[in-house]
């Protein structure tokens, strides 16, 4: 067991950030050969030769770009771990918080986060950012704090989670549609017409798929590229919208609401961050806020019954 030196953690980061030895003294502020024999130290701990001769460069072998993902996270802990002691004020913390997501989750739960936030730090807050793909990249590299989301394949593997709430589709109407009083059934689907939403990525047609498994065969009278925009047709016609039920409540004033007429599995809503913010204090308490305010919001709005006007939720 080789002794630990923790000071090798800076020598590894500027090495594989620079690669190249000369680079990498020059950032950390010492002479090529105290880097040379650094490097030499680090390839004797680690048993791999990190940086390799390719042409007149070095390249980071296999190990060395594994732990050049890895590092960021371990020197944060280390940070976290041995640094001093301080108290962490919200009151006095400075700072602009990032959550990426889709298009309904800020009109619904943007307002309660924003009010909570500016209570109890309100020299801090929050900036929404649209969602158009499942890339992991921008927690990756810290563009933004939290993502919410279906969680799948194509996310990160390191990325972390926590369930917000169960959603599920269902299909919106204008008031004065001529089915308001009833309920919607594949008939009236295919007659009425329905709006189709655009999605990059074939898993986003969750709702289509469920609706040809049960044999309505109808395609979209329309296709458009968000959920208020879907939910504004149907306001302003009579085209059937197809949505989640609570993750877009706050683009619903002034429609109705009904089940599907044919059977969609509930999906779960989650927060998303990356590994590297799990320990650093102002990203844990703004995780507990959007966690307690969304499921505590969320929880007040399940209830559906089989038609119903929506009507401004109190705030």
């Known amino acids: ?164 709430f169960e959603d599920r589709y269902v299909a919106v109407t204008s008031c004065g549609h001529p089915t308001a009083s009833q309920q919607i059934d594949a008939e009236a689907l295919c007659r009425f017409g329905y709006v189709g939403l655009y999605r990059e990525e074939a898993e986003e047609h969750f709702v289509e798929n469920a609706m040809r498994r049960a044999g309505v065969e109808r395609t979209p009278s329309a296709i458009v590229a968000s959920y208020g925009a879907a939910i504004a047709l149907a306001r302003q016609s009579e085209l059937i919208a197809l949505v989640p039920r609570i993750h877009t409540q706050g683009l619903q004033t002034g429609v109705a609401l009904t089940e599907l007429p044919f059977e969609a599995s509930p999906f779960s809503i989650s927060l998303l961050w990356h590994p590297r913010l799990e320990a650093d204090p102002a990203h844990r308490w703004l995780r507990s806020v959007v966690v307690e305010t969304v499921t505590v919001r969320a929880r007040q709005l399940q209830p559906l019954e089989r038609h119903q006007e929506n009507e401004k939720s109190s705030r």
């Open 1 to 164: 067991m080789h002794k630990l030196d923790l000071n090798l953690l800076h020598a590894l980061s500027a090495l594989l950030q620079e690669e190249s030895v000369v680079a990498a003294s020059r950032r950390l502020g010492i002479t090529p050969s105290a880097t040379s024999r650094a490097l030499a130290r680090l390839r004797d701990v680690t048993g791999d030769p990190l940086l390799v001769r390719a042409g007149r460069g070095l390249v980071l072998s296999p190990r060395a770009a594994e732990l050049k993902q890895q590092l960021p996270q371990a020197m944060d802990q280390v940070r976290s771990l041995l640094g001093p002691g301080s108290s962490f004020d919200l009151t006095a913390m400075e700072r602009v918080f990032a959550i990426r997501c889709r298009e309904g989750f800020a009109e619904t739960f943007g307002p309660l986060l924003i009010e909570t936030i500016s209570k109890v730090a309100p020299r801090s807050r929050l900036t929404f950012l649209r969602k158009t793909d499942k890339s992991s990249s921008m927690l990756r590299d810290g563009s933004v704090d939290l993502e919410t989301g279906v969680l799948s394949g194509r996310i990160g593997p390191e990325v972390r989670s926590r369930r917000l």
